[in-house]
């Protein structure tokens, strides 16, 4: 299929694009976490992914992978750390929690090699990613009644400045610079979640800018919901989509519309005809062509 740069424009105008900034994320672990704001401080997270593992099933020829599992991937985390290097002492609190707290430095208490309880020491990863309204990012939705009238008054020549500004100036919430929402977009929850590796801090004298520390998180599954599937997306556009079904439909017979006001009714009938029979004559000739007699 050949790259057409007008449905690609319109492809990035209807719906965007995901920017890389716009996530928050949610630590929900066992160790108490009341003084400070994890969120403000997670420079940057990966959104999982998902392997699948296959079994090689030998029938005739090459084996096939048939997929029977899957994997999850880790999520990193890498966060900006106070200076008193507080996010690094609580995910090292919580890996005392699994694998026992050895580290433990001139208090006098002896320090425990004993793993922790399963159950005791997982926890939640919130992440969630957040999408732009249209006008945030220059272009018109495609996802509510207006956007829909928008199109179906755009087929028809309509000056669509009608809707979006009928007082002769831009109305907030109609789709203009003033409908600046950001909502968000996709949710994903990590369940079972533990800091499988806190990793190292790099420190140097030559370089005088802001420590980050990097925490590898191991989950055994996620659940996920992303708007665009949500749950309830097909009930609350059906309208819209029943709405646009219909626009398409309209655009199909434009030909036949046009033929009948250029050539009225009989004539564009007797045109229907002769195109249909041509086309029935040259399908007949095609088969003919391929008979072995």
Same mark, same amino acid.
Request: hydrophobic share 35%; glycine share 10%.
């Given at each position: ?23 928050? *994320?949610?630590? !929900? @672990?066992? +160790? ?6 994890? %969120? =403000? ?110 199109? *179906?008054?755009? !087929? @028809?020549? +309509? ?6 500004? %009928? =007082? ?126």
């Amino acid at each position: 299929m050949a790259f057409g740069i007008n449905e690609f424009t319109s492809q990035i105008n209807k719906h965007g694009i995901a920017k890389t900034a716009h996530f928050s *994320v949610l630590i !929900i @672990g066992p +160790i108490s976490d009341g003084r400070r704001a994890f %969120p =403000l401080r997670i420079e940057s997270v990966s959104i999982p992914g998902r392997n699948l593992i296959t079994l090689d099933q030998n029938y005739y020829g090459p084996p096939r992978q048939i997929p029977y599992r899957f994997m999850v991937q880790p999520v990193t985390l890498t966060i900006i750390l106070s200076q008193d290097m507080y996010e690094r002492e609580y995910f090292m609190r919580w890996q005392d929690s699994i694998i026992g707290s050895s580290r433990k430095y001139g208090d006098g208490a002896p320090g425990s090699y004993d793993a922790g309880f399963y159950d005791d020491y997982i926890g939640n990863i919130e992440i969630k990613q957040y999408s732009e309204s249209p006008s945030s990012q220059g272009r018109t939705g495609n996802n509510d009644l207006l956007s829909t009238v928008k199109e *179906v008054a755009a !087929i @028809g020549g +309509i000056d669509t400045s009608i809707f979006t500004a %009928p =007082l002769g100036f831009q109305i907030p919430g109609l789709g203009g610079p003033a409908d600046g929402d950001i909502k968000e977009s996709t949710m994903l929850s990590l369940k079972e979640a533990y800091p499988i590796a806190v990793n190292d801090i790099q420190m140097n004298w030559a370089d005088d800018g802001y420590a980050r520390l990097n925490v590898e998180i191991r989950y055994h599954h996620m659940e996920e919901k992303n708007e665009s599937f949500g749950a309830g997306a097909d009930n609350n556009n059906g309208f819209l989509n029943q709405l646009r079904s219909g626009v398409q439909a309209f655009q199909k017979f434009t030909p036949i519309f046009s033929a009948v006001k250029n050539l009225g009714i009989v004539g564009a009938t007797r045109a229907t005809l002769e195109q249909s029979g041509q086309s029935i004559i040259t399908q007949g000739r095609a088969a003919k062509a391929t008979l072995p007699f």
